[in-house]
């Protein structure tokens, strides 16, 4: 059973920074891992990805501010997330495809969330004006 378990969200205030993790059940480079968020109302959306070969795409919205990496040794996948503004409130997940795409892939289809087969249940990062 493939799982993936998210940790790190918190309540900040704007401009202050946060690191999520996401840890799967298996080998992390030898997959596609992307993250994605959702607030209420609003449809889940592709913000990130990483793949096999540490390889990384942002959306427009994350670029910049938001990075996506990975330790190999402790099998976890971060996402450090800077100058957090009141929109950026939202659940936050990881996920991951049934292989090793690169992220150009993933990019190139606009980070649609049906690129992925398997979810976290995610960690809410809330962020006050």
């Known amino acids: 059973q493939v799982t993936l378990v998210e940790s790190g969200g918190d309540s900040v205030l704007a401009g202050e920074s946060l690191t999520l993790s996401c840890t799967p059940s298996?080998?992390?480079?030898?997959?596609?891992l992307g993250w994605f968020r959702q607030s209420n109302g609003s449809e889940r959306e592709g913000i990130a990805a990483?793949?096999?070969?540490?390889?990384?795409a942002y959306a427009d919205a994350v670029k910049g501010r938001f990075i996506v990496y990975q330790d190999t040794a402790k099998n976890i996948m971060y996402l450090q997330l800077s100058n957090l503004q009141h929109e950026d409130s939202a659940t936050y997940c990881c996920?991951?495809?049934?292989?090793?795409?690169?992220?150009?892939?993933?990019?190139?289809?606009?980070?649609?969330?049906?690129?992925?087969?398997?979810w976290g249940q995610g960690t809410q990062v809330t962020v006050s004006p």
């Open positions: 990483i793949d096999s070969d540490g390889s990384t």
């Open positions: 996920a991951r495809r049934r292989g090793a795409d690169s992220v150009v892939y993933i990019a190139n289809r606009g980070f649609g969330r049906r690129l992925f087969h398997y």
């Open positions: 298996e080998q992390i480079d030898r997959y596609c």
